[in-house]
């Protein structure tokens, strides 16, 4: 009995270990999450290994969602320190933190586009959010009004000024913060235009939101997981794909792909940070607490991540592709950010 009881508490002391002082026991920061924000992150890390007397921090490209998971299971050594993320953490996540002893402090980075792009071997591609909908959208409504399984096969049904081509239309999987930001932004965006959809939102906004944002399962719509690279060689492959992904990997690879608009707005730098292109969000990441002061050097790569020469208009995370925050703005969240405050829960819904 003796013996189990020493067991017992041993296994409590390597438990309250792994979420205090077992921290110390890494001397590399680890980094997580978003496919769209892991540019930015990984230029800021290479700047940071450099320049301080710091090791590179290691930045893992999981998604949003997978990142989230990762990030809010518990503090301690073998839990990252910091999550990218390319929308802003759900409720539901941060009482998931909170439950196991996590508490986030949020920081916003800038803003990206997320574009719809194709070839440059082929015609751009001029949409709406309302025909981005009709050709996405799981259900739709036919001309009566009545909501029924999607039925278009071309863009031409969607619209007789599209072109004849199939629609085929690789994008992000469920888990990333790409297609939640997509899903919110373009889909419900297009769907908002039928009124009759749009009251439905008063009445039941479960039913509203898995229509305004429910993406068709046919072969349409095409899962090109978490590395967006990807999704730029099959557009190249295949002049009649549609991709979906962020303003960053459109810019680094103009060369070979174009955006197209959405509503008659290009997705182009002013545009995006104005909020003028539809289909524009902001980027985070979200630290840990618990790791700060704990494992050796997370204040300072957090602070060389909010400064103006990372993030700044003319920052080198600029020629990544990161959109900038007006310059108050950008303050604002340095104020705060290095204060080390947690976020209270009234922030998100």
Known sequence: MLKKTLIGLAAVAVVSAATTGAAYARDQIRVVGSSTVFPFSTVVAEEFGKTSKFKTPIVESTGTGGGMKLFCAGAGVQHP??????????K?????????????????????????????????????????????????????????????????????????????????????????????????GGCKT??????????????????????????????????????????VANPNLIGVFGYSFLEENADKIQGGTIDGVAPDYDDISSGKYPV??????????????????????????????????????????????????????????LTWTPMTGDEVK
């Open 194 to 235: 039928f009124p009759k959809l749009a009251e439905m939102k008063k009445a039941d906004e479960k039913k509203y939101e898995a229509i305004c944002r429910g993406v068709r399962e046919d072969g349409a719509y095409i899962e090109g997981g978490e590395n967006d690279n990807l999704i730029v060689q099959k557009l």
């Open 81 to 90: 320190d910091i999550t990218n993320a390319s929308r802003r953490i759900k």
């Open 92 to 188: 539901s996540e941060l009482e998931g933190c909170n439950a196991n002893g996590v508490a986030p402090i949020e920081v916003k980075i800038g803003f990206d586009g997320i574009v719809v792009a194709n070839t440059k071997q082929a015609k751009p591609m001029n949409l709406t959010l309302k025909q981005l909908f009709l050709a996405l959208g799981k259900q739709v409504p036919d001309k009566s009004g009545k909501l029924v399984p999607n039925p278009y096969k071309l863009w031409s049904d969607v619209d007789p000024s599209l072109p004849k081509t199939k629609i085929e239309v690789m994008g992000p999987p469920p888990t990333s913060g790409t297609r939640d930001a997509f899903n919110e932004l373009a889909m419900e």
């Open 280 to 337: 524009s969000r902001s980027l985070y990441f979200y630290v840990k607490k618990q790791h700060v002061g704990a494992v050796p050097g997370i204040k300072e790569y957090v602070a060389e991540f909010v400064s103006d020469k990372a993030v700044g208009p003319n920052g080198y995370a600029a020629d990544k592709g990161l959109i900038a925050l007006p310059d108050a703005d950008r303050k604002a969240v340095r104020d705060k950010v």
